[in-house]
């Protein structure tokens, strides 16, 4: 019974209700690399391979080239990327950065036996290295297909991901460096309800420039970090298989029976070893006695 | 770098002056429009733009920029639903309406008022390439960053561009 009503209570998590997020207009970005360059230095990561103001980026992982032809993604050295799409219906290419969605309930933190993860309530997916084992259970469960693995580090357990600026930033109340560093506002940071708004907004006064869905709203149960698009969100990487409920979801029943595995387990079975093996403890202890008497 | 910072920063507040006294004007004529109008928004990483005011009045309509401010009908449908008998504004500067600190928590605040139609109004930075980078792109202006913007040390730093950029 207190389980049935405990799995409801998880079921029914109303998320953060002022917890912050990050729209971003695929039609409003322009391949600055701008946010690409301001991640960078804000979260202290390696020296690019090249400067961020070299375009040929964008045709890495494309045609023939690395990544299976869906660009560049975000790895050890890189929390954020953007990618450049060409679609026939549009005379220009599409950009599209990606980065950690922050979902409202993420696959990571479900997945990750340690707690490493944490949600805030600001609206971060924040990660623990203190805590973590390395076993990158994480970068499996993503959707998204974030988290990295630090290889070079794999002594010291290191997942690298966006942590949405939170120490530096977010907690204080900021936007994320990436989200102050576009110079075409394609980024919109507010409260995740409010985004909603907005993004909805957009679409009914251009319903000419954007198609009827907010990525995120609803995929992996809803993210913080969500996107417009002009065209269908295929045609600019977006994986549009992602289902709608939270991974958790999925998992909660199994889940659910670990810690009674890992805990009431051993002691049962420890009982039953110890109640076996009773009598002849007894006659051990019987035959010192004995012994001793004589 | 503490003297270009320094240098960097009276740009910025050059540029911000000449902004506010470009919404000084009352009576709007295209005679009274400045010349050029410095911008140093992005003085942190680039150097100064000096935006030629007088080449561009000459290719646009007041209104494509300055929206009802100027007192002449906008042309963009949304903002007619309001703005349709247009007064000249006390003030046309960019900055007087477009906050700096678009996404700081205080300006956020303001959002947060439920009769405040313009909540998604963009910021300065926003609303300076919002509207130039889109009229180049449709008019076939200069579109690039660097076309516009020189980067300073602190941006080839930002960038690892220039002597900065990674021996590989």
Known sequence: MLSLKTAKAAGDFDHYPDSMGVLVDVNRCVGCRSCEAACNKEQGLPEPEKPFNDYSVFDEGHEGGGHGGVGRRTDETRYTVVNKYEVPEIDHPLYRKSQCNHCLEPACLTSCFVNAYTKTPEGAVIYNPDVCVGCRTCMIACPFYVPAFKYSSAFSPR???????????????????????????????????????????????????????????????????????????????????????????????????????????????????????????????????????? | ?????????????????????????????????????????????????????????????????????????????????????????????????????????????????????????????????????????EQGGPTGCEDCHTMNETGEKRFNAGPYTPAR
């Open chain 2, 1 to 137: 770098m503490p003297l270009r910072k320094k240098w960097c920063m009276m740009w910025g507040i050059a540029a911000g002056v000449v902004l506010l006294w470009a919404g000084q004007g009352r009576a709007i004529d295209r005679s009274d429009a400045p010349e050029t109008v410095t911008i140093g928004l992005l003085a942190e990483l680039y150097d100064p733009v000096e935006f030629n005011h007088t080449a561009h009045i000459e290719m646009v309509e007041c209104s494509d920029c300055h929206h009802h401010t100027v007192g002449t009908v906008t042309k963009r449908w949304n903002c007619i639903k309001c703005h349709d008998n247009p007064q000249e504004g006390d003030t046309v500067g960019c900055s007087d309406c477009h906050p700096l600190d678009r996404f700081g928590s205080r300006y956020l605040a303001t959002l947060d008022n439920p009769e405040l139609y313009h909540k998604e109004k963009p910021g300065l930075k926003g609303a300076f390439h919002l509207n130039c980078v889109g009229c180049h792109q």
């Open chain 1, 159 to 294: 997942v690298m991901k966006c942590i949405f600026c939170y120490d530096t930033r977010l907690k204080e109340g900021r936007p994320p460096a990436c989200v102050e560093a576009c110079p075409q506002e394609a980024m919109t940071f507010g409260k995740r309800f409010d985004l909603l708004e907005i993004g909805r907004k957009r679409i009914r006064q251009h319903p000419d420039k954007y198609v009827n869905h907010i990525y995120g709203e609803k995929e992996a149960g809803g993210t913080a970090w969500m996107y417009l698009s002009p065209v269908e969100f295929g045609e600019v990487g977006f994986d549009v298989h992602v289902p709608h409920e939270p991974v958790i979801n999925f998992v909660r029943d199994f889940l659910s029976i670990v810690p009674m595995v890992l805990v009431i387990w051993p002691a049962l079975f420890a009982g039953f070893h110890l109640l076996a093996n009773r009598k002849d403890a007894q006659h051990n202890h019987d035959d010192i006695d004995r012994e001793g008497g004589e």
